[in-house]
């Protein structure tokens, strides 16, 4: 396809302006067949733009070479660890302790299974992604609600009643965090994180990624991506 796109697109151009709608309507994906053809799907999950050439570049060589087995290696990890520690500071990410998993939404729903017990609760801020309601029921958690400000960004105090509402029921409750948030797209400050996570002096927030924030994305530089963090934590101002 690399090839394909190179030949027909004007690289000065926005990777956004790139593919004609005719290009976007001819794709096979859920956003492009699950409505009429009269309805233009704006949902930003599936982007309308031509993948990476790195990536593209890389999922040709295994195709070509037939290299489509079971995934094996600490190939991934290596490169988070390194993309890690260049953007977000975060060093001595040990390769041995990561999974790989599927997609998201499953290694939030094992993770949650891990960390929690069956019945906890888990915090999520309202209005949020919806399946973080539907992996967390199906994992037999259940959610409490911290609901955003009016701003869009996270409500330290609302979510300090959600966590202490969750710590009233177990000493496992979890807060499961979007960064960026997904509806709002805010990405959360590191004082948000801190405040959320309430670490002590000199450290970072535990977190585990489920969308990464490219620094380009956040309000001050390097905020981490953060995801799913256990109890207890301490909301603080
Ligand atoms: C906040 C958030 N988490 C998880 C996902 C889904 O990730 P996956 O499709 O890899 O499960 C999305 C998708 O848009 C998302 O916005």
Request: neutral net charge.
């Given at each position: 396809?690399?090839?394909?796109?190179?030949?027909?697109?004007?690289?000065?151009?926005?990777?956004?302006?790139q593919?004609p709608?005719e290009?976007?309507?001819?794709?096979?994906?859920?956003?492009?067949?699950?409505y009429?053809?009269?309805?233009?799907?704006?949902?930003?999950?599936e982007m309308?733009?031509p993948?990476?050439?790195?990536?593209?570049?890389?999922?040709h060589?295994?195709?070509?070479?037939?290299?489509?087995?079971?995934?094996?290696?600490?190939?991934?990890?290596?490169?988070?660890?390194?993309?890690?520690?260049?953007?977000w500071?975060?060093h001595?990410?040990?390769?041995?302790r990561?999974?790989?998993?599927?997609?998201v939404?499953?290694?939030?729903?094992?993770?949650?299974?891990?960390?929690?017990?069956?019945?906890?609760p888990?915090?999520?801020?309202?209005p949020?992604?919806?399946?973080?309601?539907a992996?967390t029921?199906?994992?037999?958690?259940?959610?409490?609600e911290?609901?955003?400000?009016?701003?869009?960004?996270?409500d330290?105090?609302?979510?300090?009643?959600?966590?202490?509402?969750?710590?009233?029921?177990s000493?496992?409750?979890?807060?499961?965090?979007?960064?960026?948030?997904?509806?709002?797209?805010a990405?959360?400050?590191?004082?948000?994180?801190?405040?959320?996570?309430?670490p002590?002096?000199?450290?970072?927030?535990?977190s585990s990624?489920?969308?990464?924030?490219?620094p380009?994305?956040?309000?001050?530089?390097?905020?981490?991506?953060?995801?799913?963090?256990?109890?207890?934590?301490?909301?603080?101002?």
């Amino acid at each position: 396809m690399t090839s394909l796109l190179a030949g027909s697109l004007d690289a000065g151009t926005s990777p956004l302006e790139q593919l004609p709608i005719e290009r976007l309507r001819a794709r096979t994906s859920m956003k492009w067949r699950a409505y009429p053809a009269d309805v233009l799907p704006l949902w930003v999950a599936e982007m309308d733009v031509p993948l990476a050439p790195p990536v593209a570049d890389a999922l040709h060589a295994a195709i070509d070479a037939g290299d489509t087995g079971y995934p094996a290696g600490a190939g991934y990890a290596l490169a988070v660890r390194d993309y890690a520690a260049l953007h977000w500071d975060w060093h001595g990410l040990d390769p041995g302790r990561t999974a790989i998993v599927p997609d998201v939404m499953m290694g939030i729903a094992e993770t949650l299974r891990l960390v929690t017990s069956p019945g906890d609760p888990v915090v999520v801020c309202a209005p949020v992604y919806p399946p973080f309601y539907a992996f967390t029921k199906s994992a037999g958690r259940t959610v409490i609600e911290a609901p955003l400000g009016a701003d869009g960004r996270l409500d330290l105090d609302a979510l300090g009643n959600a966590l202490a509402a969750a710590r009233a029921k177990s000493g496992r409750a979890a807060l499961l965090l979007s960064n960026p948030h997904n509806p709002t797209g805010a990405a959360h400050t590191r004082a948000e994180l801190h405040a959320v996570a309430g670490p002590p002096p000199g450290t970072r927030p535990a977190s585990s990624p489920t969308r990464s924030t490219p620094p380009w994305c956040s309000r001050e530089p390097s905020s981490p991506p953060t995801s799913a963090s256990t109890a207890p934590m301490t909301p603080s101002r």
